[in-house]
């Protein structure tokens, strides 16, 4: 891993956490990987919390197979300190995509959308598909890394954030330049919606791009994902079910489901069964759902 790695060569890091740095490696065959060196020795002891998040990374990843889930090739126990070997991906992470954004490749609303949906399918999958329920717990967008064609690839098993808002604000969770009471990204966004002043928080990109009934039925989602009372907040199946059904229907999904959460089930077990029902329905009214 040395060699691969250049002696772990400052040039080769590809990024630094809590866990870890990780190193752009070359295998003997030529193969490009990621090296994960994890940070368990403070002075001249492990670090008995960092042993066991290591553990826990090999198991819960040996038990994962996801196209939106990063695969672990193997770990090295030989070393002095121990080493995960990963699939190499290409393109940085989410929020550097997010926060320094180029003309040459812009973030339209058509590849956000689509990337909220591939982190939603693999969090179904790993609460639910999975050989056992497996809860992230540290969802950001630092930890959603992107492939050679820009898809979604959850990476880091460890607390927990919302990736949907910063994805479509463009903001960052915590910012300076909001005013004192709303530094809090999420703050900011529930009171947009209060205020019926939702563009205001938006990407300018978002606002020029994106199909406004589908960009309101995100954010009425991503509403109801902050609700304090965790039984009214949906499940993952529920939130990659109506981001799909809101990407094929062109945000028509909202029509006449009132405050009713239980009809968008009965909407998305009609999805389920005959997709081409839901496609030519007309658009409604939706400040009553904003402000509900």
């Known amino acids: 891993m040395e060699k691969a790695t250049d002696y772990y060569n400052e ?22 990987v990621a090296i994960k060196k994890s940070k368990m020795v403070e002075g001249k002891k492990f670090d008995e919390t960092k042993v066991e998040q290591f553990i826990n990374e090999v198991i819960i990843l040996s038990q994962i197979n996801h196209r939106n889930v990063v695969k672990l090739l193997g770990c090295c126990l030989e070393a002095e300190v121990p080493l995960l070997v990963y699939e190499f991906i290409p393109n940085g992470t989410l929020y550097d995509l997010i926060h320094n954004q180029n003309e040459e490749l812009p973030l339209t609303w058509e590849m956000r959308l689509r990337i909220a949906i591939e982190i939603a399918n693999a969090l ?13 717990r540290d969802i950001k967008s630092s930890n959603i890394l992107l492939d050679d064609k820009y ?8 607390t927990s954030r ?24 999420v703050s900011y966004f529930l009171d947009s919606m209060q205020e019926n002043s939702l563009l205001n928080i938006l990407d300018p990109m978002v606002v020029k791009d994106g199909p406004e009934l589908e960009i309101i039925v995100v954010a009425l989602l991503a509403k109801r994902c902050l609700n304090l009372n965790g039984k009214k907040r949906p499940n ?31 909407m998305i077990h009609s999805w389920e069964t005959n997709p081409s029902s839901l496609m030519s329905r007309k658009k409604s009214k939706i400040d009553d759902m904003i402000h509900s």
Not at 124 to 136: K, Q, R
């Open 11 to 32: 040039n080769r890091i590809l990024g630094q956490g809590g866990q870890g740095t990780v190193y752009k490696g070359m295998l003997i065959d030529g193969s490009i």
């Open 124 to 136: 179904f999958y790993l609460h639910s598909a999975a050989s056992a329920p497996i809860y992230h």
């Open 151 to 158: 898809r979604a690839k959850v990476s880091d098993f460890g």
């Open 236 to 266: 993952m199946k529920q939130v990659a079910m109506e981001l799909e059904l809101s990407k094929a229907s062109g945000g028509n999904v909202i029509e006449d489901c009132g405050d009713e959460e239980s009809k968008i089930d009965d």
């Open 162 to 185: 919302s990736v949907a808002l910063e994805n479509h604000s463009g903001q960052k969770p915590i910012s300076a330049e909001q005013s004192e009471p709303v530094r809090s990204l």
